[in-house]
C-alpha cells in the first residue's frame, strides 16, 4: 500500500470503500488523479495544500501525513483514502485508536506518559492537566485505559477535539446546494443556466479583442457596426451600460441580451427606447425623434428591398406625425409608454428590433432558442451580405454542402416563403435559382405577419445547386405582406404556452413530423481539401488546400458565408476545419472576387551549422561559415498560403509576427537553385507581379547572434550568385551589412561617409590622383582604395545595403586587433580609419625633419602659425583638410614666471561623460480618498534612504510624508514594511506601493469617540448584508488583518463568521489592513472544507480604524476605496431589467469583511479546526 505502513492497519481499504457512496469515489479518485499527476503517490505538500488545507499548523499535518503512511516518496491513495474515511466516517473507537497509535511504541501495545507529552508538546506547545488521571497508576498505559480516559476528556488536546468534539465535524462531502453564479443571473432573467455558460465564453472571447482591457465603447462599436449604423452603436452601448461606467460587464450583457431578444415585446421595445434616448432623460425629445427616424430609415434601406410610405416622406414630416398620433403629454417628446404604442405598428421599430435580434446572436453569441429561429436568424443575415456583395478585405468561409444541407433541413431552411430578386454575390459562380411564393396572413391572424408556405416540388429548381447569396434574397411585398427573415421569430412571445404566438407551429402548437430533422454535428469540411504529402506545419490560417481534381462549383459542393455567420455557426457547432478565403480586388478589372486558391508557398529555414575552428582570415570575416567550401543546408520548415495580391512587405510582417521574430531580424529569399537566390527587398512587390505562384519555395533568414547575415555570409564564403534588384533609393541611404559583430565598424564608416566634403572627394575620383604607395608607414594605398570603392556603392542609389567585406579584409589585415567576432571601440576604429586614409593619401612623400622653436614670448597667431606650417610640411591630404586643428597648451615655471606656449595637431576631441549616480524608482501611491491610484517614477541617489524617498514623494502626492505608509506588496499581500532609516532596495520581491494613513494623532474615528456598552456580535453582518450600527472593537495586534470578498463570495459563503471578542482598550496604529478575496469553487476536492478555497487578487488596501469605530464605519472606509472598482447600483428607474438582477440578489454592499490572519486565508479568531 505504500513506502510506510500506515498506523491505520485496524481499517481496510475494502471497509473504507464501502462507507462512500460511488460518487465520492469517483470524485476522490479524480482528485488524486488531478493532484498527483503521473504518479501513484501524492507528495507531502501536495498533501498539506490539497488535503488538510493551508490553515492545519505544520507540525499537526506533519504527524497526520506521516500516520496516514505517507514517506519521501509520497502517499499512496489507498492509504489516503482509508484516512480520509477515518477522519470522516469513523467511529468512536476507531478514531480513539487511531489517537492511541501516535502515542504508542512500535514494539508493543503500550504508550509511555514520556512519548505522549511529547508528542502533545509538539502539537499543542502545552500538556493538558487532566492527562495525570490516565497515568494515576503507571507511567505506561494500554489501549483500553487510554481509550477510556479519552472518550471521558474528548477536549483534552487539539486533535481529540478536531475528531471526538460534538462541536467540530470533519466531513467528506460539502452537499450544501449553495446557488451559483450561473443559477443566480438565470433566476433574474429570460435566459436558461446553459445560455449563460455558453454566453461567457462568447463574452471572453470579445472582451480579450479590447487594447484597455475592458468591454469599452472602442471595442464594442467594430463589432456591431456594421450592421448596426453608426449613428446608432454608441447608444446601444449605452443600452447595455446600464451602470453608466463606460463599459459592459458580463451581468450587463447577460440582462441586457435577455431584454432584447427573449423578453416580451414590450420589454424588447423598452430596450430599443434606450437606443434612442441619448440623454437618458426618459423621454425622447424633438432632436432625438429626428436622429431616430434618420437612423430607422438607413435601417430599413440596408435590410429591406421593398418599399413603405415613410421612404417617400421627409424626415421632419415623419417626426410631426409620430408626436401629433402619439405624444400624450403633448409636449413635444415621447415617453417610454408612447414610444411602445407607436413601435407596436411600425415597421421601421420592428425592422431594428429584428436586426438587433440578429446582432445579439450572431455577433454577441447569445444561442436561438429554436432551430427555426437559428434559420432566420442566419438567413436574414445572408440577405443584406448578398444585396452588399463582396467587399474588399473581408473574409469568407467556405462550408460543405453536405453539412449545409443537413443544417437546413434542421433549421427548416427552405421552407420559406422568399422571392429571388437580387443577384449573386459570386456572379461567375451563379447558378439556378429556386423561387417560392408568399401568402397573405388569414384575418384572424394576429400581426397581420404573412405565412410561409414552401413551394411545390415541381416548382423548385435543383435546390441542392442554390449557391448563398441565391439563398439570401429578398421580397418586393407591402410590409404586411413580407416579413423579414426574423420577424416572424418576434411574433413569439415569453409564454410558450402561447400557442399562437409560436413560430411555425401548427394548429396545436406542435411541429409537423415531416419537417422534424436531426441536429447536424460538428461542421465537416474534409471533404473540400485535399491532403498534403508535405509533411510540415503550416504557418497560415487558411484551413487546407481545396481540391482541384474536381471541379468544385459553388451551390453544389460548398456554401460561402460570411465571417460573422460562420463564427456563430462555429461557437454553436464546432467544426473539425475552418477554410477562410479573402475577398481581393483583381488586378486587372478591379473587381472585387473571392480568392479560393491561394499561393501555396514553402518556407526553408537555414541549418544551424557548428563553427569550425578559425583557420583563415576568411573564416574571421565571414562569421559563422564553417569552411568556403561548405555550403548553407537549408531545410523545409513550414508551409503557408497568401493572397496573389499579397505584397512582400505584407508576407514578411505576418511572417515576423507569427514566428516572433523582430522585422529588421528577417529577410525573404526567393529559392531559384540551390547556389541562385534573390532577395526580395522590393516590400512592394506582389506574389502575382513577381510570377510567384503554388509550391514556390522562399528562404527565410535570420540574422545571426553576431548580427550578420548567414545567407549572405555563404554567398561571400562560396562565390555563390547572388541576385539582388537594382531598386532606386535615395543617395547615402544604404545600410551596411553586418559581417559578424561588426557594428562598430559599419558605425564607424557610415559616420566618416555622411561627411559630404569627404564623400564627394572619392565620389569624384580624386583620391586616385592621390594615393601614396611609397609611404613607409601607410598601407600602400589600400585602405583609401578600399574605403573610395565603398563609399561609390554607398552613394549611387541602386541598393539597400551592401557588405563592407573589402575594407574590413584591409583593416583587419593591418590591424590584427580588430580581427575575430568580439565588439571593438568604434572611436578607436574611427581614429585607425582617419589614421589610414591620411597615411594612403598623403601629398608629402617625403617626410623632411621639423625642429620646433619656443614660443619665447611671441603671440600666439605667430607660433600657431609657424607651427601649422610645420606640420604641414609632414602632413598633406584631405584628412588634414578636414580634421586637423590645433591645441594650445602652455607651461609657466612657478620660480620666475616664464611662459612656454606651444600648438600641437589634433582629430580629435575627447568629452568626459558624466556618469549618473542615482537610481529610478517606480512607486504606487494609493489614498484613502478612492481616487484611481497614481504610479510615480522617483530618481533617487544610490544611498538614499526611505525617509528621502518619502520626502520627494510627498511634494508630488501632496501628502506629508508621516500620512505615507511604504509597503512591499507581492500576491495581493502586503510582505514587508520598509523602516524609514534603511536604504531603499531596488530588488523587492513584488513592487513598492505607498498607502495613504491617517496623521498621528488626528481623530480618524467615523463615529463617537466615546464608547460605553460594548455587545460582542457572532456575525459581521445581518441577513441581506445589513449592517448593525452599534460599535465594536477590533484586536489589536497579530490578527488585525481583514478581508473584503467579492460579490460573487459573498452570496456563496452568507453571512460573516467567526466569534469576536471583546479586547482591553489599547493603543492602536489607527489603520488596518484589508485585501481582497474571493471563494474559488471546485468539484475535484478531498475533504468539504477544501471544496470552496479562498484566493486573494487585487490590490491591498489601507482602510482608517481605531477602537471606537464601528462595523456600519469601517463598511464605508472600505466602500469609499472599492466603489471604483466595484459596480455600483444603477439608477432608479422603474422596470429597469438591470437593477431588478442587482435588487434579486439582495446587497447593500457587494463584499462582506471578514477578520483573517496574515495569510489572508484562515479565520484570526478561530483555531485551525473550526
Same mark, same amino acid.
Given at each position: 500500500?505504500?513506502?510506510?505502513?500506515?498506523?491505520?492497519?485496524?481499517?481496510?481499504?475494502?471497509?473504507?470503500?464501502?462507507?462512500?457512496?460511488?460518487?465520492?469515489?469517483?470524485?476522490?479518485?479524480?482528485?488524486?488523479?488531478?493532484?498527483?499527476?503521473?504518479?501513484? $503517490?501524492?507528495?507531502?505538500?501536495?498533501?498539506?495544500?490539497?488535503?488538510?488545507?493551508?490553515?492545519?499548523?505544520?507540525?499537526?499535518?506533519?504527524?497526520?501525513?506521516?500516520?496516514?503512511?505517507?514517506?519521501?516518496?509520497?502517499?499512496?491513495?489507498?492509504?489516503?483514502?482509508?484516512?480520509?474515511?477515518?477522519?470522516?466516517?469513523?467511529?468512536?473507537?476507531?478514531?480513539?485508536?487511531?489517537?492511541?497509535?501516535?502515542?504508542?511504541?512500535?514494539?508493543?501495545?503500550?504508550?509511555?506518559?514520556?512519548?505522549?507529552?511529547?508528542?502533545?508538546?509538539?502539537?499543542?506547545?502545552?500538556? *493538558?492537566?487532566?492527562?495525570?488521571?490516565?497515568?494515576?497508576?503507571?507511567?505506561?498505559?494500554?489501549?483500553?485505559?487510554?481509550?477510556?480516559?479519552?472518550?471521558?476528556?474528548?477536549?483534552?488536546?487539539?486533535?481529540?477535539?478536531?475528531?471526538?468534539?460534538?462541536?467540530?465535524?470533519?466531513?467528506?462531502?460539502?452537499?450544501?446546494?449553495?446557488?451559483?453564479?450561473?443559477?443566480?443571473?438565470?433566476?433574474?432573467?429570460?435566459?436558461?443556466?446553459?445560455?449563460?455558460?455558453?454566453?461567457?465564453?462568447? $463574452?471572453?472571447?470579445?472582451?480579450?479583442?479590447?487594447?484597455?482591457?475592458?468591454?469599452?465603447?472602442? %471595442?464594442?462599436?467594430?463589432?456591431?457596426?456594421?450592421?448596426?449604423?453608426?449613428?446608432?452603436?454608441?447608444?446601444?452601448?449605452?443600452?447595455?451600460?446600464?451602470?453608466?461606467?463606460?463599459?459592459?460587464?458580463?451581468?450587463?450583457?447577460?440582462?441586457?441580451?435577455?431584454?432584447?431578444?427573449?423578453?416580451?415585446?414590450?420589454?424588447?421595445?423598452?430596450?430599443?427606447?434606450?437606443?434612442?434616448?441619448?440623454?437618458?432623460?426618459?423621454?425622447?425629445?424633438? #432632436?432625438?425623434?429626428?436622429?431616430?427616424?434618420?437612423?430607422?430609415?438607413?435601417? &430599413?434601406?440596408?435590410?429591406?428591398?421593398?418599399?413603405?410610405?415613410?421612404?417617400?416622406?421627409?424626415?421632419?414630416?415623419?417626426?410631426?406625425?409620430?408626436?401629433?398620433?402619439?405624444?400624450?403629454?403633448?409636449?413635444?417628446?415621447?415617453?417610454?409608454?408612447?414610444?411602445?404604442?407607436?413601435?407596436?405598428?411600425?415597421?421601421?421599430?420592428?425592422?431594428?428590433?429584428?436586426?438587433?435580434?440578429?446582432?445579439?446572436?450572431?455577433?454577441?453569441?447569445?444561442? *436561438?432558442?429554436?432551430?427555426?429561429?437559428?434559420?432566420?436568424?442566419?438567413?436574414?443575415?445572408?440577405?443584406?451580405?448578398?444585396?452588399?456583395?463582396?467587399?474588399?478585405?473581408?473574409? &469568407?468561409?467556405?462550408?460543405?454542402?453536405?453539412?449545409?444541407?443537413?443544417?437546413?433541413?434542421?433549421?427548416?431552411?427552405?421552407?420559406?416563403?422568399?422571392?429571388?430578386?437580387?443577384?449573386?454575390?459570386?456572379?461567375?459562380?451563379? %447558378?439556378?435559382?429556386?423561387?417560392?411564393?408568399?401568402?397573405?396572413?388569414?384575418?384572424?391572424?394576429?400581426?397581420?405577419?404573412?405565412?410561409?408556405?414552401?413551394?411545390?416540388?415541381?416548382?423548385?429548381?435543383?435546390?441542392?445547386?442554390?449557391?448563398?447569396?441565391?439563398?439570401?434574397?429578398?421580397?418586393?411585398?407591402?410590409?404586411?405582406?413580407?416579413?423579414?427573415?426574423?420577424?416572424?421569430?418576434?411574433?413569439?412571445?415569453?409564454?410558450?404556452?402561447?400557442?399562437?404566438?409560436?413560430?411555425?407551429?401548427?394548429?396545436?402548437?406542435?411541429?409537423?413530423?415531416?419537417?422534424?430533422?436531426?441536429?447536424?454535428?460538428?461542421?465537416?469540411?474534409?471533404?473540400?481539401?485535399?491532403? #498534403?504529402?508535405?509533411?510540415?506545419?503550416?504557418?497560415?490560417?487558411?484551413?487546407?488546400?481545396?481540391?482541384?481534381?474536381?471541379?468544385?462549383?459553388?451551390?453544389?459542393?460548398?456554401?460561402?458565408?460570411?465571417?460573422?455567420?460562420?463564427?456563430?455557426? $462555429?461557437?454553436?457547432? /464546432?467544426?473539425?476545419?475552418?477554410?477562410?478565403?479573402?475577398?481581393?480586388?483583381?488586378?486587372?478589372?478591379?473587381?472585387?472576387?473571392?480568392?479560393?486558391?491561394?499561393?501555396?508557398?514553402?518556407?526553408?529555414?537555414?541549418?544551424?551549422?557548428?563553427?569550425?575552428?578559425?583557420?583563415?582570415?576568411?573564416?574571421?570575416?565571414?562569421?559563422?561559415?564553417?569552411?568556403?567550401?561548405?555550403?548553407?543546408?537549408?531545410?523545409?520548415?513550414?508551409?503557408?498560403?497568401?493572397?496573389?495580391?499579397?505584397?512582400?512587405?505584407?508576407?514578411?510582417?505576418?511572417?515576423?509576427?507569427?514566428?516572433?521574430?523582430?522585422?529588421?531580424?528577417?529577410?525573404?529569399?526567393?529559392?531559384?537553385?540551390?547556389?541562385?537566390?534573390?532577395?526580395?527587398?522590393?516590400?512592394?512587390?506582389?506574389?502575382?507581379?513577381?510570377?510567384?505562384?503554388?509550391?514556390?519555395?522562399?528562404?527565410?533568414?535570420?540574422?545571426?547572434?553576431?548580427?550578420?547575415?548567414?545567407?549572405?555570409?555563404?554567398?561571400?564564403?562560396?562565390?555563390?550568385?547572388?541576385?539582388?534588384?537594382?531598386?532606386?533609393?535615395?543617395?547615402?541611404?544604404?545600410?551596411?551589412?553586418?559581417?559578424?559583430?561588426?557594428?562598430?565598424?559599419?558605425?564607424?564608416?557610415?559616420?566618416?561617409?555622411?561627411?559630404?566634403?569627404?564623400?564627394?572627394?572619392?565620389?569624384?575620383?580624386?583620391?586616385? $590622383?592621390?594615393?601614396?604607395?611609397?609611404?613607409?608607414?601607410?598601407?600602400?594605398?589600400?585602405?583609401?582604395?578600399?574605403?573610395?570603392?565603398?563609399?561609390?556603392?554607398?552613394?549611387?542609389? %541602386?541598393?539597400?545595403?551592401?557588405?563592407?567585406?573589402?575594407?574590413?579584409?584591409?583593416?583587419?589585415?593591418?590591424?590584427?586587433?580588430?580581427?575575430?567576432?568580439?565588439?571593438?571601440?568604434?572611436?578607436?576604429?574611427?581614429?585607425?580609419?582617419?589614421?589610414?586614409?591620411?597615411?594612403?593619401?598623403?601629398?608629402?612623400?617625403?617626410?623632411?625633419?621639423?625642429?620646433?622653436?619656443?614660443?619665447? /614670448?611671441?603671440?600666439?597667431?605667430?607660433?600657431?602659425?609657424?607651427?601649422?606650417?610645420?606640420?604641414?610640411?609632414?602632413?598633406?591630404?584631405?584628412?588634414?583638410?578636414?580634421?586637423?586643428?590645433?591645441?594650445?597648451?602652455?607651461?609657466?615655471?612657478?620660480?620666475?614666471?616664464?611662459?612656454?606656449?606651444?600648438?600641437?595637431?589634433?582629430?580629435?576631441?575627447?568629452?568626459?561623460?558624466?556618469?549618473?549616480?542615482?537610481?529610478?524608482?517606480?512607486?504606487?501611491?494609493?489614498?484613502?480618498?478612492?481616487?484611481?491610484?497614481?504610479?510615480?517614477?522617483?530618481?533617487?541617489?544610490?544611498?538614499?534612504?526611505?525617509?528621502?524617498?518619502?520626502?520627494?514623494?510627498?511634494?508630488?502626492?501632496?501628502?506629508?510624508?508621516?500620512?505615507?505608509?511604504?509597503?512591499?506588496?507581492?500576491?495581493?499581500?502586503?510582505?514587508?514594511?520598509?523602516?524609514?532609516?534603511?536604504?531603499?532596495?531596488?530588488?523587492?520581491?513584488?513592487?513598492?506601493?505607498?498607502?495613504?494613513?491617517?496623521?498621528?494623532?488626528?481623530?480618524?474615528?467615523?463615529?463617537?469617540?466615546?464608547?460605553?456598552?460594548?455587545?460582542?456580535?457572532?456575525? /459581521?453582518?445581518?441577513?441581506?448584508?445589513?449592517?448593525?450600527?452599534?460599535?465594536?472593537?477590533?484586536?489589536? /495586534?497579530?490578527?488585525?488583518?481583514?478581508?473584503?470578498?467579492?460579490?460573487?463570495?459573498?452570496?456563496?459563503?452568507?453571512?460573516?463568521?467567526?466569534?469576536?471578542?471583546?479586547?482591553?482598550?489599547?493603543?492602536?496604529?489607527?489603520?488596518?489592513?484589508?485585501?481582497?478575496?474571493?471563494?474559488?469553487?471546485?468539484?475535484?476536492?478531498?475533504?468539504?472544507?477544501?471544496?470552496?478555497?479562498?484566493?486573494?487578487?487585487?490590490?491591498?488596501?489601507?482602510?482608517?480604524?481605531?477602537?471606537?469605530?464601528?462595523?456600519?464605519?469601517?463598511? #464605508?472606509?472600505?466602500?469609499?476605496?472599492?466603489?471604483?472598482?466595484?459596480?455600483?447600483?444603477?439608477?432608479?428607474?422603474?422596470?429597469?431589467?438591470?437593477?431588478?438582477?442587482?435588487?434579486?440578489?439582495?446587497?447593500?454592499?457587494?463584499?462582506?469583511?471578514?477578520?483573517?490572519?496574515?495569510?489572508?486565508?484562515?479565520?484570526?479568531?478561530?483555531?485551525?479546526?473550526?
Amino acid at each position: 500500500m505504500g513506502a510506510k505502513e500506515s498506523r491505520i492497519g485496524f481499517l481496510s481499504y475494502d471497509e473504507a470503500v464501502r462507507r462512500v457512496t460511488d460518487v465520492e469515489l469517483k470524485r476522490l479518485k479524480d482528485a488524486f488523479k488531478r493532484t498527483s499527476g503521473l504518479s501513484y $503517490y501524492m507528495t507531502q505538500q501536495c498533501f498539506y495544500r490539497e488535503v488538510l488545507g493551508d490553515g492545519v499548523p505544520p507540525k499537526v499535518a506533519e504527524v497526520i501525513y506521516s500516520s496516514f503512511g505517507g514517506s519521501s516518496k509520497g502517499l499512496h491513495f489507498n492509504n489516503l483514502m482509508v484516512g480520509l474515511v477515518l477522519l470522516t466516517r469513523g467511529r468512536d473507537e476507531e478514531k480513539a485508536k487511531y489517537l492511541f497509535s501516535l502515542f504508542a511504541s512500535d514494539l508493543g501495545g503500550y504508550a509511555a506518559r514520556e512519548d505522549i507529552e511529547a508528542v502533545l508538546q509538539v502539537l499543542d506547545g502545552e500538556v *493538558p492537566a487532566s492527562l495525570k488521571k490516565c497515568f494515576a497508576e503507571s507511567d505506561k498505559v494500554n489501549y483500553e485505559r487510554f481509550r477510556n480516559w479519552l472518550l471521558q476528556n474528548k477536549e483534552a488536546f487539539t486533535l481529540s477535539r478536531w475528531l471526538l468534539s460534538g462541536g467540530v465535524c470533519v466531513t467528506l462531502t460539502d452537499d450544501s446546494d449553495t446557488p451559483t453564479f450561473y443559477q443566480t443571473l438565470a433566476g433574474v432573467t429570460h435566459l436558461e443556466e446553459s445560455d449563460i455558460i455558453d454566453l461567457e465564453k462568447r $463574452y471572453w472571447l470579445l472582451k480579450a479583442q479590447s487594447r484597455t482591457g475592458r468591454f469599452d465603447l472602442e %471595442t464594442f462599436v467594430p463589432l456591431v457596426s456594421p450592421p448596426i449604423h453608426a449613428s446608432l452603436s454608441e447608444g446601444l452601448f449605452h443600452a447595455f451600460d446600464e451602470n453608466r461606467d463606460n463599459h459592459i460587464d458580463f451581468k450587463e450583457i447577460s440582462c441586457g441580451l435577455s431584454a432584447c431578444c427573449r423578453g416580451p415585446v414590450a420589454e424588447r421595445q423598452k430596450f430599443c427606447f434606450k437606443v434612442f434616448d441619448v440623454d437618458r432623460d426618459g423621454v425622447l425629445s424633438r #432632436d432625438e425623434l429626428h436622429e431616430m427616424v434618420v437612423a430607422l430609415l438607413e435601417v &430599413w434601406k440596408d435590410n429591406r428591398t421593398d418599399t413603405i410610405p415613410e421612404l417617400h416622406s421627409s424626415v421632419s414630416d415623419i417626426v410631426e406625425k409620430i408626436l401629433k398620433m402619439h405624444d400624450t403629454t403633448k409636449l413635444g417628446h415621447l415617453t417610454l409608454e408612447d414610444y411602445q404604442i407607436w413601435s407596436v405598428k411600425s415597421a421601421l421599430a420592428n425592422e431594428f428590433l429584428n436586426l438587433l435580434f440578429q446582432v445579439c446572436h450572431i455577433v454577441l453569441g447569445l444561442r *436561438p432558442a429554436t432551430p427555426e429561429e437559428e434559420g432566420q436568424i442566419i438567413r436574414g443575415w445572408l440577405e443584406r451580405e448578398s444585396r452588399h456583395g463582396l467587399q474588399h478585405g473581408q473574409n &469568407w468561409f467556405l462550408i460543405s454542402m453536405l453539412w449545409w444541407q443537413q443544417w437546413k433541413d434542421y433549421v427548416k431552411y427552405e421552407h420559406k416563403g422568399i422571392v429571388v430578386e437580387q443577384p449573386s454575390i459570386l456572379s461567375s459562380l451563379r %447558378t439556378p435559382m429556386a423561387t417560392a411564393t408568399v401568402e397573405p396572413a388569414p384575418p384572424d391572424r394576429p400581426g397581420g405577419l404573412g405565412v410561409f408556405v414552401p413551394s411545390s416540388p415541381s416548382e423548385e429548381k435543383s435546390p441542392d445547386a442554390v449557391s448563398t447569396a441565391s439563398e439570401a434574397t429578398e421580397t418586393a411585398l407591402s410590409p404586411q405582406l413580407a416579413p423579414s427573415a426574423t420577424e416572424s421569430c418576434f411574433a413569439r412571445q415569453h409564454n410558450v404556452s402561447d400557442n399562437n404566438n409560436q413560430c411555425f407551429s401548427g394548429a396545436n402548437g406542435h411541429l409537423p413530423s415531416q419537417l422534424a430533422a436531426q441536429r447536424p454535428g460538428a461542421i465537416d469540411n474534409q471533404s473540400l481539401v485535399t491532403t #498534403d504529402p508535405i509533411k510540415a506545419p503550416t504557418l497560415t490560417m487558411e484551413g487546407g488546400r481545396l481540391k482541384r481534381s474536381l471541379q468544385l462549383v459553388p451551390g453544389r459542393d460548398f456554401e460561402t458565408v460570411p465571417e460573422p455567420v460562420w463564427r456563430a455557426l $462555429y461557437h454553436w457547432y /464546432g467544426a473539425n476545419l475552418s477554410l477562410p478565403r479573402p475577398v481581393i480586388l483583381d488586378s486587372k478589372t478591379s473587381q472585387a472576387e473571392l480568392e479560393l486558391f491561394p499561393r501555396y508557398l514553402l518556407f526553408l529555414r537555414q541549418q544551424p551549422a557548428t563553427r569550425s575552428p578559425q583557420s583563415n582570415i576568411w573564416v574571421n570575416m565571414a562569421g559563422n561559415v564553417p569552411s568556403p567550401n561548405a555550403p548553407l543546408k537549408r531545410m523545409l520548415a513550414y508551409t503557408g498560403c497568401f493572397s496573389r495580391m499579397a505584397t512582400i512587405k505584407d508576407i514578411h510582417l505576418y511572417l515576423s509576427q507569427r514566428l516572433r521574430i523582430k522585422e529588421e531580424d528577417m529577410r525573404l529569399w526567393l529559392y531559384n537553385s540551390e547556389n541562385y537566390l534573390t532577395l526580395l527587398d522590393d516590400e512592394d512587390h506582389t506574389l502575382e507581379s513577381l510570377k510567384i505562384y503554388d509550391e514556390q519555395q522562399l528562404v527565410i533568414e535570420v540574422r545571426n547572434k553576431d548580427m550578420s547575415w548567414p545567407e549572405e555570409m555563404s554567398f561571400i564564403a562560396n562565390s555563390s550568385k547572388m541576385d539582388r534588384h537594382k531598386v532606386p533609393t535615395e543617395k547615402g541611404a544604404t545600410g551596411l551589412s553586418n559581417l559578424g559583430n561588426t557594428c562598430f565598424m559599419n558605425s564607424s564608416i557610415q559616420c566618416v561617409s555622411n561627411t559630404k566634403p569627404l564623400s564627394d572627394y572619392f565620389i569624384s575620383g580624386k583620391h586616385l $590622383y592621390e594615393l601614396n604607395r611609397t609611404n613607409p608607414i601607410g598601407m600602400r594605398g589600400h585602405m583609401a582604395k578600399c574605403y573610395g570603392d565603398l563609399v561609390l556603392e554607398l552613394w549611387n542609389g %541602386t541598393q539597400k545595403s551592401v557588405a563592407p567585406l573589402k575594407l574590413r579584409w584591409t583593416i583587419a589585415k593591418y590591424a590584427p586587433r580588430f580581427n575575430g567576432f568580439q565588439q571593438q571601440d568604434s572611436q578607436e576604429l574611427l581614429a585607425f580609419l582617419l589614421d589610414g586614409l591620411h597615411e594612403d593619401l598623403n601629398r608629402v612623400h617625403e617626410k623632411p625633419y621639423v625642429e620646433l622653436k619656443d614660443s619665447d /614670448g611671441r603671440p600666439d597667431w605667430e607660433v600657431a602659425s609657424e607651427a601649422w606650417e610645420n606640420h604641414l610640411r609632414r602632413n598633406r591630404s584631405i584628412v588634414v583638410d578636414l580634421f586637423h586643428g590645433q591645441l594650445k597648451s602652455q607651461v609657466k615655471c612657478k620660480t620666475c614666471g616664464h611662459i612656454s606656449a606651444r600648438f600641437d595637431p589634433f582629430n580629435f576631441l575627447s568629452l568626459p561623460l558624466p556618469m549618473d549616480s542615482s537610481m529610478h524608482l517606480e512607486i504606487t501611491v494609493i489614498k484613502l480618498d478612492g481616487s484611481t491610484p497614481v504610479r510615480y517614477g522617483l530618481r533617487l541617489n544610490m544611498d538614499e534612504k526611505y525617509t528621502g524617498l518619502k520626502k520627494q514623494l510627498s511634494e508630488l502626492c501632496v501628502l506629508k510624508p508621516e500620512q505615507i505608509l511604504l509597503a512591499e506588496v507581492h500576491a495581493s499581500n502586503i510582505k514587508n514594511f520598509p523602516q524609514d532609516n534603511q536604504k531603499v532596495r531596488l530588488s523587492v520581491n513584488g513592487f513598492l506601493c505607498a498607502f495613504e494613513v491617517p496623521v498621528p494623532g488626528s481623530p480618524t474615528s467615523l463615529s463617537s469617540p466615546t464608547l460605553t456598552d460594548i455587545t460582542p456580535t457572532a456575525n /459581521g453582518s445581518a441577513a441581506n448584508g445589513h449592517l448593525a450600527n452599534n460599535p465594536i472593537l477590533i484586536p489589536n /495586534g497579530g490578527p488585525g488583518t481583514m478581508v473584503s470578498s467579492s460579490s460573487d463570495s459573498a452570496l456563496i459563503n452568507g453571512v460573516a463568521n467567526g466569534h469576536i471578542t471583546p479586547v482591553q482598550e489599547s493603543p492602536f496604529i489607527g489603520y488596518i489592513i484589508a485585501m481582497h478575496r474571493k471563494m474559488m469553487r471546485t468539484e475535484l476536492y478531498f475533504l468539504s472544507s477544501q471544496k470552496n478555497r479562498p484566493s486573494l487578487f487585487g490590490m491591498p488596501l489601507i482602510v482608517p480604524c481605531t477602537v471606537h469605530t464601528s462595523k456600519k464605519d469601517l463598511y #464605508d472606509a472600505v466602500w469609499i476605496q472599492v466603489s471604483r472598482l466595484a459596480s455600483p447600483l444603477p439608477p432608479q428607474e422603474a422596470s429597469n431589467h438591470a437593477q431588478d438582477c442587482d435588487d434579486s440578489m439582495g446587497y447593500q454592499y457587494p463584499f462582506t469583511l471578514r477578520v483573517v490572519g496574515k495569510d489572508g486565508n484562515s479565520c484570526a479568531w478561530c483555531p485551525w479546526y473550526r
